[in-house]
């Protein structure tokens, strides 16, 4: 019987030890990528890259992860005898498995003498608890023999700013220069949909926001909120901050920076085909920038009866506009029904104020401003989406109201023109090359920001412009 149970056991350990071996040969490789706060370069010209201290994040399928060093031996593509950014391929192996991502990395002739700050961030105010961001900022490098260059990858920290900070340092190399900040301690932190609308009600002009958290649930029933903005508040998220709702603004100087908006709220009522906007403008003086603006699923909006769209403005006046929506991503607004169509962002002047707003500059209707429309389109992420940009003038008309649009493809640019005013529009296209099917125009400005394209199948009138735009 002993002998029996030995047996037993035996067995036993060798089924264990057979599974935890299963177990650890299905750790299988994921995923890699540089450890967090990890760069390369730069490196001089004829000089090997510096990997000391540089290590890799390794994911396995597992979830788990672990550091490794990074070796020359995982590195493609890098040419140390070539100046300029280099994309380089990095490649991990384990177990005869492999995972591989890209990074970059810039060679230059020697290691500059001087750094300096050329042109500040667009960000230069914050509340406690936001991350610096860098874009906008100009770093240049010099060298000995007089020589300069801002094409540079420079380091910054990733931690929260305090509100002690009045300079963030900037690295670059050895090199380092100090970037004015003025951080302040929020006069609101709002971690719940009613201590944002509390702070949203109490809030003076300038006071910040912070919001952290999620605020809401994925839940129609009480999930979703809609938050009027009526002072100049600055409503700004802390990494990771999260909103189901809608933001109305009926105020200028309102600041709404660094929030994930989950557009799932209702503005014009309760039911499945009401409409939605993420964000909707009453104002010429509004900075909209590094949000994420994601618009309602099927199952919460009726696409054939109502739309969504990102974000909506309407000015009462164009005396000293300052509209600045920059670097945010609208995904998602592609709802169209009969009579409408969604659009990422769409301005509109020649109509009533919506949802309620009273617009302080005291006229009846909305009226046209001119934003930066090259930052506006530019800088702007806009995917999944019926339009990108629309302006529609709503004075010449419901049949003929759109003066200035934006399209990436062909179809959205039909669809614009369809609608042009008869008084003429300009109509940007992104880079490429767009078939419209024979459609006559007349009046329109066609112009390309960046790159060149080229328009077929068009039989465009004689007041017809084109601007880095080829008709064949």
């Not at 730069?42 to 990074?70: H, M, R, W």
């Not at 993420?278 to 909209?288: E, R």
């Amino acid at each position: 019987m002993k002998k029996t149970i030995a047996l037993l056991i035996a067995a036993v350990m060798v089924l264990t030890c057979a599974t935890l071996l299963a177990a650890c040969n299905n750790n299988d490789l994921e995923s890699a990528a540089l450890t967090e706060g990890v760069t390369l370069g730069p490196a001089v010209e004829g000089q090997d890259l510096d990997l000391s201290g540089k290590t890799i994040t390794v994911t396995y399928k597992n979830g788990e992860t672990k550091d490794v060093p990074l070796t020359a031996e995982m590195i493609a593509g890098f040419d140390k005898n070539t100046l300029g950014e280099q994309e380089l391929t990095i490649t991990y192996s384990e177990d005869g498995k492999s995972v591989s991502f890209t990074t970059k990395v810039t060679v230059i002739k020697a290691a500059p003498t001087s750094l300096e700050l050329t042109a500040s961030p667009e960000v230069t105010d914050y509340a406690a608890g936001e991350k610096f961001r860098p874009d906008g900022m100009v770093l240049t490098a010099r060298f000995a023999d007089g020589t300069s260059t801002t094409d540079i990858m420079p380091e910054y920290p990733d931690e929260a700013l305090s509100a002690d900070t009045d300079a963030v340092t900037v690295k670059y190399g050895a090199l380092s220069v100090e970037v004015p900040v003025t951080v302040t301690a929020p006069a609101y932190t709002a971690s719940d949909s009613a201590s944002l609308a509390e702070a949203l009600s109490a809030a003076e002009d300038g006071d910040y926001i912070l919001v952290s958290g999620t605020l809401g649930a994925d839940d129609r029933e009480g999930g979703y909120s809609i938050y009027n903005v009526k002072t100049a508040a600055r409503i700004v998220g802390a990494d990771g901050a999260t909103i189901y709702g809608s933001f109305v603004v009926d105020s200028d100087s309102v600041v709404i920076r660094g929030l994930t908006i989950k557009n799932k709220g209702w503005v014009t009522g309760e039911d499945s085909t009401a409409h939605r906007n993420a964000i909707t403008v009453t104002s010429n003086k509004v900075t909209l920038e590094h949000n994420t603006l994601m618009a309602p699923g099927d199952e919460t909006i009726e696409g054939a009866a109502a739309i969504a769209n990102g974000i909506v403005l309407s000015a009462g006046t164009d005396t000293a506009t300052d509209i600045n929506i920059r670097r945010n991503t609208v995904t998602g607004y592609g709802y169209q029904n009969e009579d409408w169509s969604s659009a990422a962002i769409l301005f509109i002047a020649g109509h009533s104020f919506p949802y309620g707003t009273t617009n302080n500059a005291g006229s009846a209707l909305s009226v046209r401003v001119t934003p930066d429309y090259r930052e506006l389109i530019g800088s702007n992420t806009m995917e999944n989406v019926e339009f990108e940009f629309i302006y529609s003038d709503y004075a010449l008309g419901l049949e003929r109201p759109y003066i200035y649009g934006y399209a990436s493809d062909a179809e959205k640019a039909k669809g614009i023109l369809e609608y042009a005013a008869e008084t003429g529009m300009t109509l940007v296209l992104k880079e490429g090359e767009y078939d419209l099917d024979g459609i006559s125009v007349d009046k329109i400005n066609f112009v390309a920001f960046d790159g060149e394209a080229v328009v077929r199948n068009v039989t465009a009138g004689e007041n017809c412009t084109f601007d880095n735009v080829t008709v064949e």
